[in-house]
């Protein structure tokens, strides 16, 4: 979409695939990233319209930086963004697009899929252990969480009051369950094809899971591959495991 703001000429999202963290969204990026009538960045999660001020994403400092992710997107192309967090900053997010986009902000389409809280929540624990940041047991981040220290594995999962403000500040908002999209992820790919207009294509294996959650094999491991690439190739051509 095409947009006029302070005087720039932007390139910028058709749709936003907006939440909820751990609930099946990096599987429908890569999904709809198949699909040549829609452009998706390689980077899958902006995250620019969380903070316009303080980017989430350094890389992105402008709105101009926003707006190149899409530049080689082709005439007739949908472009989309998948932040999974855009509706735990859901203040941020719908002030910040009805600021940039406008009038046009009743153009744009919102997909959200919800998780059950308390699963989505242990799926994102697991997530954080793959991924060396959380050290703590799954009740010790709850219960601080609960107490608004450390990361929000409660907040993230509040649904409510987010999902009432988008459906008030959006007239084209879907919202799917996750656990559907698990049962039968064809049908819910395929409602959203409806959605944006665009031909339903069989790629595959729609059940394909994208960004599973799940605890490394070894700690020890995870944390050099995170610190050191290099150190943990010769590690498994010296020591393989």
Known sequence: MKILYEGKDLTLPDFFIAGA????????YYYFKKYKEIYFPEIKEPSYFSDMVNPHNKELATIGDYSNLFSEAKTGQLIGDASPGYIYYYENFIRNIQSVYGKRASELKIIIVLRNPADRAYSNYLARIRDGLEERSFLEAINDSLNETGYDYVG????SGQIKAILKSFPQVYVYLFDDFK???QS??????????????DYGNASAVFNKSGVPKSIFLDKIILNNQFDFILLQRDFPF
């Open 183 to 185: 049962g039968n992820p």
């Open 156 to 159: 993230l999962g509040m649904y």
């Open 21 to 28: 963290v751990k609930s099946g969204t990096t599987s429908l």
């Open 188 to 201: 819910v790919q395929f409602d959203i094809c409806d959605r944006l207009n665009i031909q339903t294509l």
